[in-house]
């Protein structure tokens, strides 16, 4: 009867079978597990995007499949999903837009005329920059045609920018992806409602037949002469700078010819923005500008400044992606190579710290457990070079674990390990003592079965996984009910999504386990309110301010 029991048994199935009565389905590596529904995948692409793929599917797989369940949640609730874009863009939680400006295209597109018109009122939310609006002029121009609701919201883009705000814009990038401000105006035509407007709308039209040599009498249209007079013959790096320090010219807007000069690069330093900083690191030190211990103080300054990190919407994951490469001295695919500087990898380290906010202690006892197989090695976070979901969880979890007193770190594959990494360590040796571990199978049960078996105690159980798994005996939620059956204790389980995919290990009908989105920068609170631990007026507090209600389960009773 053993062969008729391994299905009965609704404690204990291998993961290569469902459990006998739970919507669980099969998932891509031969195992099973539950299906997250549509809005958990809305939240997954947001933050994680499907840039690069995953081990199980390519890009263009991956991003057709998000599209679709996009597509469901505008038919289920096409406000709702607009409601949850702007949310996810507008506090900075995504490493990237692109996936929020993919989507705010598709509501523009496919909801119905309601949806639509949200979706095109939220699009000075969603594409704040020059570089967002062409962005989503690419994405929808592939989806609908440019009817006049669609060209009434991007003259409202224009319209609605102050000048001073567009003329940095056009400067700094004029076109991008075959779009540029030239064919949005044409396109649109915002009608300009003063001199200085009619003047700049006419710039990125047709440009300027000559460049006097006194600046325009507008102040906010002399960022634009002095983009002009930078790119005249016989301007010198001297006069560049003085432009650069005068009229707040972007590194965007500087003659190649120039971009190997530190002098420049001091004037750009000056004023750079912190997104600007955190990419120019590399040629900062290349071209010498981080040699003086005067601009290393001054960057650490910059980076180590909690209040403009948000300000800036500074994604933990880009300080991440800025650090590695950094770090390792050279690009991950160019040419240039550089000597790190130490100081600026220890800023950049604290940085990271800080990006995420400011994270209060639950005060329970953690396990975080690192899925490190073969999949979690496959595939970029967002499209973040050389960050894969596995390097990616160890960091996610070295924010739990510099947060909270008690944890407890492994990892597993088809067998635990316990790993010595902790916040005292920096960040960039963390990354290649995980990137160093063995890669093999999944069997995503192993942190339960581990902590049963060697009586660790422990309020929750982080799981930090692509949530396919199949080589266990024993199904991870079985395994978490045995232990709290065994300890007593009433354990919880949250899987940190790493992958845009469609499954988790945690059972929904379970409400003490929870999916979150891996570099989410809500995630961390996510994880507190599991635990009931943040009252409810400190929820307006940004960078949280709207929290999605679709994470919310009520709390079980008792085990
Ligand atoms: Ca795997």
Request: aromatic share 8%.
């Amino acid at each position: 009867m053993s062969y008729l029991n391994a299905v009965a048994n609704r404690k204990v199935t291998p993961q290569n079978l469902p459990i006998p009565g739970t919507s669980q389905v099969a998932n891509s590596a031969g195992g099973y597990a539950f299906p997250v529904d549509d809005w958990t995948r809305l939240s997954r692409f947001l933050v994680l995007g499907s840039e690069k793929g995953s081990y199980y599917a390519t890009q263009t797989a991956l991003t057709a499949e998000n599209a679709e369940a996009v597509g469901r949640c505008i038919d289920a609730d096409g406000e709702r999903t607009v409601r949850e874009i702007v949310a996810v863009s507008n506090a900075g939680r995504a490493p990237k837009n692109d996936p929020a400006i993919f989507a705010l295209a598709l509501a523009a597109s496919l909801g119905s005329e309601t949806t639509r018109k949200a979706a095109l009122d939220a699009l000075p939310t969603v594409c704040r920059t020059g570089t967002h609006l062409f962005h989503f002029a690419q994405f929808v121009d592939g989806m609908r045609g440019w009817g006049r609701g669609l060209r009434g919201a991007v003259a409202r883009w224009y319209d609605a920018k102050p000048i001073k705000s567009l003329a940095y814009q056009a400067v700094k990038y004029g076109q991008r992806d075959g779009w540029s401000h030239r064919d949005l105006l044409r396109l649109a035509h915002p009608k300009p409602g003063n001199e200085a407007r009619r003047i700049l709308y006419h710039w990125i039209a047709q440009g300027w037949e000559r460049i006097g040599d006194v600046p325009h009498d507008e102040t906010d249209l002399q960022i634009v002469w002095a983009m002009e007079k930078a790119k005249l013959p016989g301007t010198t790096a001297k006069t560049v700078a003085e432009l650069i320090r005068t009229y707040d010219l972007p590194r965007e807007a500087v003659p190649t010819l120039f971009l190997n000069d530190s002098l420049v690069w001091e004037a750009l330093l000056e004023r750079m923005p912190l997104t600007a900083l955190l990419r120019n690191l590399a040629t900062l030190t290349r071209v010498g500008v981080l040699d003086s211990k005067a601009w290393q103080a001054h960057v650490t300054k910059e980076l180590t400044d909690a209040g403009r990190l948000k300000a800036a919407r500074v994604h933990p994951l880009s300080v991440l992606a800025a650090l590695k490469t950094y770090a390792q001295g050279h690009g991950e695919r160019g040419k240039h190579t550089w000597s790190p500087v130490g100081k600026i990898v220890d800023a950049l380290d604290a940085a990271f710290y800080a990006s995420f906010g400011n994270v209060e202690s639950t005060g329970k006892r953690f396990v975080l457990a690192l899925d490190v197989s073969g999949s979690m090695g496959y595939g970029d976070i967002a499209g973040m070079p050389g960050i894969t979901p596995r390097i990616g969880s160890a960091a996610m979890a070295l924010i739990t674990a510099a947060t909270e007193g008690k944890t407890e770190t492994v990892s597993f594959q088809t067998s635990l390990t316990r790993l010595a990494i902790s916040p005292r360590q920096r960040l960039d040796d963390v990354l290649k003592a995980v990137s160093g571990l063995p890669f093999g199978g999944t069997d995503c049960a192993l942190p339960m079965v581990w902590a049963t078996k060697n009586r660790v105690e422990a309020d929750a159980f982080v799981v930090y996984t692509d949530s396919e798994t199949w080589h266990g005996a024993i199904h991870p939620v079985q395994a978490l009910r045995e232990y709290r059956q065994k300890t007593g204790i009433a354990a919880r389980l949250i899987v940190v999504g790493m992958v845009a995919n469609a499954f988790s290990i945690a059972d929904p009908e379970d409400g003490g386990m929870l999916d979150v989105v891996g570099f989410d920068t809500a995630t961390p609170l996510l994880i507190g309110d599991l635990f009931g631990v943040f009252i409810e007026n400190k929820r307006g507090n940004e960078p949280f301010g709207s929290l999605p209600l679709l994470f919310r389960f009520p709390l079980p009773n008792r085990v």
